[in-house]
Every structure is written in structure tokens, then in C-alpha cells.
Nanobody, 123 residues
Framework: EVRLVESGGGSVQVGGSLTLSCVAS????????MAWFRQVPGKEREGVAA?????STIYAESAKGRFTASRYTNTLSLRMDILRPEDTAMYYC???????????????????WGQGTQVTVSS
């Protein structure tokens, strides 16, 4: 059984930093890519950062320059700096299995999701 377990959420003041972690388990074969999404009540879930099949990392415009995603084996971290109130959301980890073509992009398709970790930024 594939599991994604997030940790590191919490409350922080504007301008502060947090680091989220997601640990994947249960992938018995094949490669996979990982990503962070976030969602606030009443809005659609949006992609924040994703590692792709070619090893590159992509970011949402709102995350560029402030967030850094790092993948090490089965763990994806998200370092968030200069946090803003609008970063307040439930953050979810997602994983996508690599396709036979070698492509992998959790922003396009995600096979697995974690339970989420709440991030609250207050002024």
C-alpha cells in the first residue's frame, strides 16, 4: 500500500519560514515523482511545487523565489520562506507513477495523496 505522510505544518507569523516534509512508502517498483499542492476552503486545490521525471522542479508563480522543494530518495521537502497570509492553506503531498515513456508530472496527474498538513500565516 502506497502511503504519503506529511509533517511540518503549523502557525507562523508573516515573513516567517516553515519546512514541510513528505515521506513516501509502499512503492514496490517503478519510479515516481512527488509534488506539493495546497487548498483553502471553497477553492480548488493548486499545485505549489513538483519534481518531474527529468529531475527538474517546477513551481507555481506564487511560490517562485520563496519556496524551495527538495527530493531525497523517498522524501520531498518544501522550504517556505517569506510567508504571507495568502499562503495559509492545507498542504498536500502527491505522487505520480512514472509512465512507460519516462514522463512524470504530478501537476498533470497524481495517483496518490497524503492527508495534508495545515499551514497558517498570521500578521
Amino acid at each position: 500500500e502506497v502511503r504519503l505522510v506529511e509533517s511540518g505544518g503549523g502557525s507562523v507569523q508573516v515573513g516567517g519560514s516553515l519546512t514541510l516534509s513528505c515521506v513516501a512508502s509502499g512503492f514496490s517498483s517503478g519510479g515516481y515523482c512527488m509534488a506539493w499542492f495546497r487548498q483553502v476552503p471553497g477553492k480548488e486545490r493548486e499545485g505549489v511545487a513538483a519534481t518531474l521525471g527529468d529531475g527538474s522542479t517546477i513551481y507555481a508563480e506564487s511560490a517562485k523565489g520563496r519556496f524551495t522543494a527538495s527530493r531525497y530518495t523517498n522524501t520531498l521537502s518544501l522550504r517556505m520562506d517569506i510567508l504571507r497570509p495568502e499562503d495559509t492553506a492545507m498542504y498536500y503531498c502527491a505522487a505520480a507513477r512514472r509512465r512507460s515513456s519516462g514522463s512524470c508530472n504530478p501537476f498533470i496527474y497524481a495517483n496518490y495523496w497524503g492527508q495534508g498538513t495545515q499551514v497558517t500565516v498570521s500578521s
